[in-house]
């Protein structure tokens, strides 16, 4: 498992070869604050040009389900699916 700081970046391929693989998302902030983890998918440009890849708590798919939100699991605030086979051609990134 690797772990990643704010801010933090890298290529999936640096860390795995697999298509198929889950992202976990956990975050310590004060009590009395309230915090999302999301994910959404950009373009070459770095924009999010189609809003139905903004995954959160309300929108947990993606259209063709490349990328789904499973909830809080294991320790993690949000964990995401993620299936890059799926993901359409103009999704050059994800972030999370």
Do not use: W
Request: overall charge positive; charged content about 25%; hydrophobic content about 35%.
């Amino acid at each position: 498992m690797k772990q990643f700081v704010r801010g933090q970046k890298s290529k999936l391929a640096a860390l795995t070869p697999a298509t198929t693989l889950e992202v976990g998302g956990q975050l310590d902030f004060p009590a009395r604050e309230t915090v999302q983890i999301s994910c959404f998918g950009v373009d070459g440009s770095n924009r999010l040009s189609d809003e139905r890849y903004f995954v959160l708590h309300d929108r947990q798919r993606s259209p063709e389900g490349a990328v789904e939100a499973m909830g809080g699991q294991g320790g993690d605030d949000q964990r995401f699916k993620v299936d890059l086979a799926r993901l359409p051609q103009h999704v050059r990134k994800l972030v999370f």
